[in-house]
């Protein structure tokens, strides 16, 4: 297979001998022959590449580790980043080099982490699976085919699953490793086949690299309305982030990570991933539309090896089944990845416990409470006596990929939404009437919907408000064509006082939480804590 466009930056200007058959900067079509030809996947009926991850389906967040040395021991939130010491990594990457020169095909994709051209940075991937070379040239920005001669990377990021780490040697704790030095500007991943873990590395980097410039990194999605008003959705997984951002009557800028800059909120990507598990066209036709497209890779999504049919519905082999695709297989997504700086900023949660308000607006001082605390909830799974919701804190919306202290991103936040007087929402699309396991039901997305598109067109800052007993945020009272009696949760509960005593259990949990970032905000966020009523 002949290669595209070769950079005269060669693998051994970078010290990687290799006798390898090098397949440089393929495209879609020949990446996808390849990879059936290998048979790392098959093609469904419908053209999509469909593959498995094997054991890991999802990130493996206790097997990340970043290099402490001289420039990172003083930047780095060393409380929840794990270290190894340079000569650990040295191992490490002495152990992928020899991995490398044994491998009959390699794949090079020199590509973009960043839309805008003054705070993109340049990254070459090395794979050993032509399907995880389509999926990064699918997530990363492609550059300019006439860029690619001349590309010299300034990170690199190796990806072998055959890969397998020794603990005692690498420092490590399995055969899983995924191994970050700023210093030298290199990521080792082995041991896993889940694609995910790429593009995180990509967007740990520019967490580390962008605030130092002044400039925002966000786990978010971001969407442009017809009047040129950008939206940023926060959230974690199960939020609704991707759904409501995916809106047909809005530009799609991307869906999981942008810069916000002096001038532009900024997509990192080229692609989209989306979670795909009972995906339906009615729910989510766009996203759905792309299950059915050649380009698109398939992960962990069950399918007829005779029929080529496959089953988004069936969770057996993972219930984070995903789809990576091109942005552009969004029918309304923009054309190069960028938007203005935002006038609103969503913060999504899903409340399993029924206690927050379908929506609420925020100050700046409470933004970054709520940004920093980072919280949604999940249903209580089928353990034996677990009966209540789970909360879940992940600050910044994204703590995995946080390298710095989480109040370096809250400070930029709440700087950017005080100077461009943007409007922040917190928006709860979890339970209402009741808890998730007792008496409560999903909050209606056609609320959910009505709601966003009054805080996104300006009418509902016009609205009545009432102050939160428990929280102190602002509540609109009435909202034309929601029921007000969703508006306050309290009014949804059969029984007020158990309403008020989950109430203060969830107060609690806020507090609990946030005494970790106490001594690092100002006081006017420390007084935007809750308080039970």
């Known amino acids: 297979m002949p290669s595209t466009v070769v950079s005269a930056f060669g693998l051994e200007r970078q010290g990687l001998a290799t006798t390898a058959d090098l397949h440089w900067n393929l495209a879609t079509a020949a990446l996808v022959e390849l990879a059936v030809q290998r048979g790392e996947g098959l093609l469904s009926e419908h053209g999509a590449l469909v593959v498995q991850t094997g054991k890991h389906t999802g990130r ?24 190894i010491t340079p000569a650990q990594f040295a191992a490490i990457k002495a152990d992928f080099e020899a991995a490398l020169k044994d491998k009959a095909d390699l794949f090079v994709q020199d590509l973009h982490g960043g839309s805008q051209p003054e705070h993109r940075v340049r990254v070459r991937v090395i794979t050993e699976f032509a399907w995880h070379s389509q999926f990064i040239r699918t997530l990363l920005v492609r550059p300019d085919p006439s860029e ?25 704790r399995s055969e899983t490793i995924v191994a970050v030095d700023f210093t030298n500007k290199t990521v080792l991943i082995g041991g896993t086949a889940y694609a995910g873990e790429m593009k995180k590395s990509v967007f740990s980097i520019l967490n580390y690299l962008l605030p130092e410039k002044g400039v925002m990194p966000m786990h978010c999605s971001a969407n442009i309305g017809p009047d040129g008003d950008t939206a940023v959705f926060f959230g974690l997984s199960g939020t609704g982030k991707t759904t409501l951002s995916a809106d047909a009557s809005r530009t799609l800028i991307g869906d999981d990570e942008h810069g916000w800059s002096d001038t532009a909120v900024f ?68 054309a190069d990845n960028m938007g203005p700086v935002p006038r609103n900023i969503i913060m999504l949660t899903a409340d399993a416990f029924g206690i927050l308000p379908p929506i609420a607006k925020l100050t700046p001082d409470q933004a970054m409470y709520h940004f920093l605390s980072g919280y949604t909830a999940r249903v209580a799974g089928t353990e034996i006596g677990v009966t209540e919701p789970d909360a879940t804190f992940s600050t910044c919306f994204g703590a995995p990929f946080m390298p710095r202290h989480p109040s370096v991103y809250g400070n ?24 998730a396991t007792a008496g409560g039901s999903r909050m209606p997305i056609k609320v959910t919907r009505a709601l966003l598109n009054a805080a996104l067109d300006g009418s509902l800052k016009t609205a009545e408000f009432r102050t939160d007993a428990n929280f102190g945020f602002a509540v609109p009272v009435a909202v034309p064509g929601v029921d007000s009696t969703l508006l306050n949760p309290r ?43």
Request: net charge negative; charged share 25%; aromatic share 10%.
């Open 491 to 533: 009014d949804t509960w059969a029984d007020k006082a158990d309403y008020d005593t989950k109430a203060k259990a969830l107060v609690g949990m806020f507090i609990a939480n946030f005494a970790q970032f106490e001594a690092h905000v100002d006081q006017g966020v420390r007084e935007s804590a809750p308080s039970a009523a």
């Open 267 to 334: 997509n990192f990507e080229g692609g989209c991933y989306a979670k795909v598990i009972r995906l339906s066209a009615e729910a989510e036709p766009e996203i759905y539309a792309t299950t059915r497209r050649f380009g698109t890779v398939l992960e962990n999504v069950v399918i007829n090896p005779e029929t080529r049919v496959i089953d988004l519905d069936d969770n057996s082999l993972a219930e984070n089944s995903r789809g990576s695709y091109p942005i552009e297989f969004i029918p309304n997504a923009s």
């Open 60 to 83: 493996s967040a206790n097997d990340k580790f970043i290099v402490r040395d001289a420039d990172t021991d003083g930047t780095i939130w060393w409380d929840k980043n794990k270290s």
């Open 148 to 172: 690619l001669a001349d590309f010299v990377p300034e990170y690199t990021i190796i990806d072998l699953p055959s890969f397998r780490a020794d603990p005692a040697r690498h420092g490590c």
């Open 412 to 435: 930029l936040l709440k700087s950017r939404i005080a100077s461009g007087g943007v409007d922040v929402w917190l928006v709860n699309t979890g339970w209402t009437g009741g808890s």
